[in-house]
């Protein structure tokens, strides 16, 4: 699949208990042609979201996606999203991290549909 090289993308997610949605604008990396995502700290809500319901939505300029959300535990494909990170986000990235480092880290692979994606991103 093609993405666009944006910086940002939103996601939507759904509250584990009340189903309420919530969005945020997160980083995003791309790991073997998917979109993953990840925190430098597994306690935000979204991740502890995602982590219990396994589903969102993103927007990478197309509108609103529904995704299916897998979370990355082992240690080499995490390896693999930091240096990812690392590539898009240079400089960010390790400043941030020295903020964080006492924190558990955590990503999600996303799952989308090639089908559900038009053919460029929405002006």
């Not at 042609?33 to 396994?54: K, P």
């Not at 991290?97 to 559900?116: E, M, P, T």
């Amino acid at each position: 699949m093609n993405f666009p090289d944006l910086r940002t993308l939103r996601l939507t997610h759904f509250g584990r208990r009340s189903g309420k949605r919530f969005e945020v604008k997160i980083w995003y990396a791309i790991v073997d042609g998917e979109v993953w995502i990840g925190s430098l700290d597994v306690d935000r809500s979204w991740v502890r979201n995602l982590t219990a319901t396994g589903r969102g939505e993103i927007d990478l300029g197309y509108g609103s996606i529904a995704c299916a959300c897998q979370r990355i535990s082992d240690e080499a494909s995490l390896a693999r999203y930091r240096q990812a990170v690392r590539k898009k986000y240079p400089l960010l990235s390790r400043v941030i991290a020295l903020a964080v480092r006492n924190k558990q880290a955590g990503a999600f692979r996303l799952s989308i549909n090639a089908q559900d994606l038009p053919q460029s991103p929405a002006r």
